[in-house]
């Protein structure tokens, strides 16, 4: 089935600046290698300790960096790696705080680890200093947990907390793996026959790490900029924002048929709020976002303590929801601008809109860039019949 070409694009365009958006709030390359190679050398530090019990333990990583799903704070350079660091010599017959302090001892005993280390009220955070933290979190074996879950401490270190961080990120993973199902747009080469014009393909969009990863960067960012004006405390922390998404993407894949990326985006942020269960007792509600790898552990936990932060929660989706609708409707590069900054942020907004005002006065410099109806801004390698050059800076039709 044919599909009008231009509103197509468009979304593939605007999927591909909300692509570029996120990847400028990913830590760099380097940052990544010094990272990885902080924790590997912090894992193996604490696996050398003469303790046995320490000696078989082993370091991993966990939440966004394990996700891929990493958004650097606002205004900030450095980025939070979460570790677990976890002790299979040990049972839930130890404190809690005993545990910690364990690890927290060694890691004090050498010296470079003694002046970046900071406590936690849960973990001990190494601080490398405007380039990233390694929180690391010690766990125990879950003997009642059929997913080889653990048991970390709780912020009050007076109990051990249900959870399962591999088992997370696995059933992540496998989400993150489902293609959705998209309508097939007319190949160029039929367009350009009907139009008899040779116009070159309009520019593929960059590769992705993947389509869930990306919508759960842009969620959280989103958030970060939404209650950066407001209450930080009430913003909906990321592991709830990370399962909504993956359990509204399965949902949507498996359910719907796309015509783009942007297309996707929508659907998954739409229905995330289809998978919080309440229950009402004594006329009071009860939020649950159960973590299903692992028996007990509710991620609304905090909404049942402090109903306010569900009632964020739902202002900040629906406030989401209306930037995306703004978004799709943006016109011109001011429109796009504006949209792009007050819902992502200042700073890589003002950079994607320059990228592309200096790749279109590249292009225009180049006389390759022209007016094809149907398709919108494309290169052409010639002036040829059905194109018209473009002469101002018009974007999406808009001047």
């Known amino acids: 089935m044919y599909i009008e070409r231009r509103p197509a694009l468009r979304k593939v365009e605007l999927f591909g600046l909300l692509e570029r958006l996120c990847e400028r709030l990913e830590p760099s390359e380097t940052q990544a290698n010094r990272a990885k ?4 050398a912090v894992g193996q530090w604490l696996a050398a300790a003469a303790d046995g019990r320490l000696a078989s333990s082993s370091i991993y990583l966990q939440g966004s960096i394990a996700l891929g799903t990493t958004v650097k704070p606002i205004g900030q350079t450095e980025y939070d790696v979460d570790l677990v660091c976890h002790l299979p010599a040990f049972g839930q017959w130890l404190p809690p705080a005993l545990c ?11 010296q470079r680890y003694n002046n970046i280390l900071q406590e936690k009220p849960r973990c001990w955070r190494l601080n490398y200093a405007d380039e990233f933290h390694l929180d690391i979190t010690p766990s125990i074996p879950n003997a009642d947990c059929a997913n080889s879950g653990e048991l970390v401490p709780d912020k009050a270190l007076c109990e051990w907390k249900a959870s399962n ?11 993150a793996e489902l293609v959705p199902q998209m309508r097939l747009l007319m190949s160029y080469a039929e367009d350009r026959a009907r139009a008899d014009a040779d116009i ?18 842009i969620a959280k960012r989103h958030r970060d900029s ?11 922390i990321s592991v709830i924002i990370t399962t909504l998404a993956a359990w509204s993407y399965e949902h949507c894949v498996q359910t719907m048929v796309f015509d783009s990326e942007l297309d996707v985006l929508h659907a998954v942020i739409r229905h995330m709020p289809t998978f919080i269960r309440t ?24 909404w049942n303590e402090e109903p306010v932060k ?28 504006r949209i792009l900054a007050s819902s992502f942020g200042q700073a890589p907004a003002r950079e994607i809109i320059q990228e592309m005002l200096d790749s279109m006065s590249a292009v225009r410099s180049a006389r390759t860039l022209a007016f094809a109806p149907g398709i919108g801004l494309t290169t052409a390698k010639m ?5 018209t050059s473009v002469r101002s800076n018009t974007f999406y039709g808009a001047p």
């Open 200 to 217: 070159e393909p309009f520019p593929e969009r960059p590769r992705f790490k993947g389509l869930l990863c990306r919508i759960v960067q």
């Open 226 to 236: 939404y209650f950066l004006e407001r209450d930080m405390s009430l913003a909906p």
């Open 37 to 40: 190679s902080s924790y590997e």
């Open 383 to 387: 002036p040829v019949a059905r194109t």
């Open 310 to 337: 569900a009632e964020a929660f739902f202002e900040w989706h629906a406030a989401m929801m209306l930037d995306l609708e703004r978004l799709s409707a943006a016109e011109g590069l001011d429109g796009l601008g």
């Open 165 to 175: 961080p591999k088992g997370y990120r696995d059933a992540f993973k496998r989400r």
């Open 100 to 110: 910690k302090q364990i690890v927290g001892d060694r890691l004090r005993a050498n």
């Open 279 to 302: 229950n009402i007792v004594n006329g009071r509600v009860y939020w649950t976002i159960w973590n299903e790898t692992t028996e007990g552990e509710n991620f609304a936990e905090r």
